[in-house]
């Protein structure tokens, strides 16, 4: 798998561009937390529909199985939750202004309770599981901070955490099995997922053109 370490960047004013339909916004942006859904948001209208999740898992180099199981259990999930006081729609959309209501238990703490990033938990991954390289992971490392951070029968915490780590992992281990620190500092604030998307794309068009 390539590896898509990266430089994170500050939000910068083309957030608010991007967020007109996601509403309660952070000092006028969106937080890394709706940015990081923000992504599956293909028309950008604030919502994102199954068909979303998919079009966004297959982007990021997924494949048809995998981004259809994503598609079900993260809007299956979710929807619910971001959609206080309204009836269950059988469309399933999540709404990103309310992703926070969505947060899972058994997470790493990085996203606070407003969705925003906590630069100080997002540190302690590394000095306390970084063990092989103190800037990256490996696939036992992973394990052991999902293991670390289960919280007593939360079972559905246990399962999201889970899924969401070993697909990332899977997606953008580099060659000597490592999960960069910038990467995962990507996925946070949300900007990784549309690196990769260009990749992929890059990628695809020089095929093309050979």
């Known amino acids: 798998m390539a ?8 939000v910068s004013s083309n957030d608010q561009s991007n967020s007109r339909n996601c509403g309660e916004l952070v000092d006028g942006y969106l937080s890394p937390l709706q940015k990081h859904v923000a992504f599956f948001d293909r028309n950008k209208d604030g919502l994102v529909y199954p068909s979303e999740t998919f079009k966004g898992f297959r982007a990021i180099g997924c494949g048809i199985p995998l981004s259809t199981i994503a598609a079900i259990f993260i809007n299956g999930g979710l ?20 992703i926070k209501r ?24 590394f000095h306390k599981h970084a063990h092989t390289n103190p800037n990256a992971l490996t696939s036992k490392e992973v394990s ?14 246990w399962i999201g955490a889970w899924t969401e780590w070993k697909i990332l992992y899977y997606l953008c281990k580099d060659k000597d099995g490592f999960l960069p620190k910038d990467t995962i500092r990507g996925v946070y604030d949300g900007t990784l997922f549309e690196q990769m998307e260009e990749h992929r794309s890059s990628r695809k068009s020089k095929v093309v053109h050979v």
């Open 3 to 10: 590896n898509f370490s990266i430089e994170s960047k500050a």
């Open 79 to 98: 929807s619910s939750k971001t959609r206080p006081g309204k009836l269950p729609s059988l469309l399933f959309p999540i709404e990103i202004k309310n």
């Open 102 to 125: 969505a947060k899972h238990g058994s997470d790493t703490g990085v996203y606070d309770t407003e969705g925003r990033f906590v630069p100080e938990k997002f540190e302690e991954i």
């Open 144 to 157: 052991e901070m999902l293991k670390d951070n289960r919280v007593p029968k939360n079972f559905g915490g």
